[in-house]
């Protein structure tokens, strides 16, 4: 054995430089954020997935009007038309047209359009409350377990174990019931009544948090053991300055991609909680809803059933496309491994070492 | 070990009891149980209030019923006395009795499902991982992504306009359409020669393989009415059973291996004579047999791979074993599919087989192979929207734990000693990839016998989840408390399973004794 040639050395560099995230040459001199947006925006996937959420939010929310400010379409979630041709989507491809009522009307005639476009602001409303409240329960519930171990997680965390096994179908109902009790007259059924999808949203967010704490437990868990805590801890920084200074930020990744992730989840437990009847509830409408409502015409008005599914599967699946796109930028550690790669280096070392 | 076992079902209970008080609590308060007596005009409405409120107790408030119901349900505690006393239903029906007949339709339903989700999911995930970046992986990833964003009771109501109502349309006259068949066929091979790895002249004749090939069977299809009278015959059971010796020895040991090659293929020509041999065993078949078949198949196979011997025995013998009970399989198949025209032409199934409700046709009558068709069919369309939305996370998540351990040091030793590829990756790495999804399945299983609401009320199955739907909605506690026990104790005892398996199968974890 002699001297180890220039190609080994470079092979032994290159795979340095593979282990340790972080340190590949075009991100060296990059702060963190700067690492995980530049990695974000190489994801094609996360890219098509955040342009295809950025349309449907801004149609969903501009064309039917939000909160008493009327949009730019003609026709309201409500409102019944004359049935035009028979109700058949005067949308087409080719010859490219919008036309009347784009995707069809119902039995009554009212507009699917506008009827789609109130459902996907629902769902996206609803969303994101649970996304927001999931994400903030978890983290402060599996933060404070996770630091402070003893009794406070040990009884954070049988907290946990109970509500991970109620049913959240089970909670919605009661939410349901509460909501739809219209003649009592207290302040909550008031408010239920008038802001059904909030509340329900609310609801949900107050069960969807328990995966998150365990997640942001354990990375908690893992992160205070290391030595930048001990050192931060040494020269007197106070508890909530090492949560908040020293760990919350290195966990704050785990904390986006999962809560990215609860939220396209949540999506699929409103339109399945609204399609049981126990979500949103009519005069009000959800996609969930009117999939439900309209599933019996499928042979004679199948449009009505397409066009809410289509939405509810594009904006679940660009959730999921800008969560695997977060996931990729924040956790490298998947990005390296190339079979190929890998099967023609060892080939090529065995080669050059004989 | 003993200890924290103990200690774990101890927590447990506790939990079990905190939740179970909340459960009860929420569904007694999620509304009023008389709700529809009240809106009634029967002239004997009073009576009747009255007698639901003695059925239910409910002059009892509901957290002193709630104690009530724990004395009974505490009872079940007691192995073998049969004082088991989960209360009654709304309609005077003991919930321990229901419990059991939904317990068994969900099973039926969610049993097949999963673990073929598994099976695939795993398959694909490993697939796509040994080929990462590949117009392959990209596709599945994609086609994951798309299956984990579908809402279930969407893709239930298509299954059943298109894999219900169209089929069973197109079998009233099962012609193909000329130009149908060379799309079909065109897609397939386009797929394929995606999918396909090595060079465009490769990719080239696979693509056009498969594309003469899927034309020649749908064109032979339509020409003969094959779904009227489907059928496989010894010819095709041979070359398929060849191909399935192949195949399985590639994956068991490799087809350097002349003895399980052998094994495997003595297995295919056993199968074959078995085939003559069997059917007129087959026509008197019930379940039993069919389990006491499948057994001594297997175990055939396995001494097949012992008598060939070799230096290792071990190979040729899960070699033959597998292939025995695949062989097996077709010969199964095959039977089925003799007994599939008087199934159709059956006055109760009146030529519209695949059904879009309910666990069973009512009231029809024929030997075991009538009847498992009957449920075959009742079957098929929830079995594919369950496996279509839980096939995503189990093929990302073998995916990625297969990437991790691919880039292990140890896999690049088991390279470096000149193992060939199939031992790296069968032996060394798949092997220790399953060991994460232990964890995984173990938590699934668990899941399992909540049901499937969703797909339970599309399809009209009486399952477990349908009972909780139904005890929801009508402001019942006792029905939702009964299925809520189940879910709840199948799900704490998997966990329990899961995280001692983890650590017995994973040396490097210990459990806190």
């Keep these: 054995m002699s001297q180890p040639t220039q190609e080994e050395v470079i092979l032994a560099q290159q795979a340095q430089h593979e282990t340790v995230p972080g340190t590949e040459p075009e991100f060296q001199g990059l702060s963190q954020g700067q690492i995980v947006r530049k990695r974000f925006f190489g994801h094609t996937g996360a890219l098509v997935g955040l342009a295809a959420f950025a349309l449907i939010f801004i149609v969903a929310f501009t064309s039917v009007g939000f909160a008493g400010i009327p949009g730019w379409w003609k026709y309201n979630h409500e409102q019944i038309t004359p049935l035009v041709n028979d109700g058949v989507p005067s949308a087409s491809l080719w010859p490219l047209a919008w036309g009347e009522h784009p995707f069809g009307q119902d039995r009554v005639g009212r507009d699917l359009f506008a009827m789609t476009m109130r459902g996907a602001q629902q769902s996206i409303i609803i969303m994101v409350i649970i996304g927001a409240i999931a994400g903030l329960i978890g983290a402060v519930v599996g933060g404070l377990a996770g630091y402070f171990r003893g009794w406070v997680e040990a009884i954070l965390m049988r907290l946990t174990d109970v509500i991970i096994i109620i049913p959240v179908l089970l909670l919605a109902a009661v939410v349901a019931q509460m909501a739809s009790r219209r003649d009592a007259d207290g302040w909550f059924s008031a408010f239920a009544a008038s802001n059904g999808v909030v509340v329900l949203g609310i609801f949900l967010g107050l069960v969807s948090w328990v995966g998150l704490a365990r997640l942001v437990r354990g990375e908690f868990l893992t992160l205070r053991e290391r030595e930048f805590v001990d050192a931060a801890r040494i020269s007197g920084a106070s508890n909530a300055r090492i949560i908040f200074k020293h760990i919350l930020p290195n966990a704050v990744g785990v904390l986006i991609v999962n809560v990215t992730l609860t939220m396209s989840a949540a999506i699929l437990l409103e339109t399945a909680l609204s399609y049981l009847g126990v979500g949103v509830k009519s005069p009000d409408t959800s996609l969930g809803l009117l999939i439900s409502q309209n599933q019996e015409a499928f042979s004679t008005r199948p449009w009505l059933f397409w066009f809410p599914g289509l939405f509810i599967v594009a904006i679940c699946l660009s959730i999921n496309f800008i969560g695997d796109g977060l996931r990729d930028a924040f956790d490298p550690r998947q990005k390296k491994f190339r079979a190929k790669k890998a099967q023609e280096t060892t080939r090529h070392s065995s080669e050059t070492a004989q | 070990m003993l200890s924290y076992v103990v200690r774990r079902l101890a927590t447990a209970a506790l939990i079990l009891l905190g939740a179970s008080f909340l459960v009860y609590l929420l569904t007694a308060s999620s509304g009023d149980p008389l709700e529809d007596l009240r809106a009634s005009n029967a002239p004997n409405r009073q009576q009747l209030m009255d007698a639901r409120s003695q059925l239910l107790d409910l002059d009892t408030p509901a957290p002193l019923r709630y104690f009530k119901w724990l004395g009974g349900a505490a009872q079940c505690l007691v192995p073998f006395a049969g004082t088991c006393d989960l ?68 893709v239930a109501v298509l299954l059943k306009e298109f ?22 066929a065109a897609v397939l091979g386009i797929v394929v020669a995606v999918a396909a790895g090595g060079g465009i002249k490769r990719r080239l004749i696979s693509g056009g393989a498969v594309f003469v090939a899927v034309t020649a069977v749908m064109i032979y299809f339509s020409a ?17 059973g060849v191909g399935m010796a192949f195949a399985v020895t590639t994956l068991v040991s490799g087809l350097k291996n002349r003895k399980a090659l052998q094994s495997s293929l003595i297995v295919v020509g056993l199968g074959l004579i078995a085939y003559f041999a069997v059917q007129p065993l087959l026509d008197q078949a019930t379940g039993l047999m069919i389990f006491l078949l499948a057994v001594a198949t297997v175990l055939i196979g396995v001494g097949v791979g ?20 695949l062989m097996g399989g077709l010969v199964a198949l095959d039977r089925f599919m003799q007994a599939w025209p008087a199934y159709v032409s059956n006055s109760r199934v009146r030529g519209r087989p695949i059904a879009t409700i309910g666990a069973g046709t009512p009231n029809l009558q024929g030997d075991y192979w009538i009847l498992s068709i009957d449920t075959f069919t009742h079957l098929i369309l929830p079995t594919i929207a369950l496996i279509l939305v839980s096939l995503a996370s189990y093929t990302r998540f073998t995916r990625s734990s297969m990437l991790e351990i691919m880039n292990m040091d140890y896999i690049r030793t088991a390279r470096a000693k000149g193992l060939s590829e199939r031992s790296v990756v069968m032996g060394h790495a798949f092997r220790n990839a399953l060991i994460p999804l232990a964890t995984i399945v173990a938590f699934d299983i668990g899941a399992l016998i909540g049901g499937a609401v969703i797909t339970e009320t599309v399809f009209s199955v009486r399952g477990m989840g349908f009972l909780f739907l139904d005890g929801i909605t009508h402001v019942d506690p006792n029905p939702v408390m009964g299925v809520f026990l189940c879910v ?26």
Excluded: C
């Design chain 2, 87 to 154: 209360g009654k239903s709304i309609t005077g029906q003991p919930i321990t009795e229901a419990l059991g007949i939904a317990l068994v339709q969900t099973l039926t339903l969610v049993t097949g499902a999963t673990v073929l989700a598994i099976l695939i999911g795993i398959t694909l995930g490993v697939v796509t991982a040994l080929r990462q970046y590949s117009a392959l992986d990209y596709g599945v990833t994609f086609m994951a992504f798309l299956f984990f964003s579908l809402p279930i009771f969407w």
């Design chain 2, 163 to 184: 894999g219900a109502i169209g089929f069973n349309n197109f079998l009233r006259n099962p012609v193909i359409p000329l130009p149908v068949s060379l799309g079909t």
């Design chain 2, 224 to 240: 003969t009415l094959w779904f009227k009278n489907p059928g496989l015959g010894p010819v095709v059971i041979g070359i398929a």
């Design chain 2, 306 to 325: 012992y008598l060939m011997g070799g230096y290792d025995r071990g190979q040729s013998m899960r070699a033959a074993g597998i292939t025995a009970f």
């Design chain 2, 488 to 513: 709840a104790v199948t799900a704490m005892v998997f966990n329990l399973i899961a995280d001692l398996a983890y650590s017995a199968l994973d040396p490097r974890v210990r459990i806190k004794a």
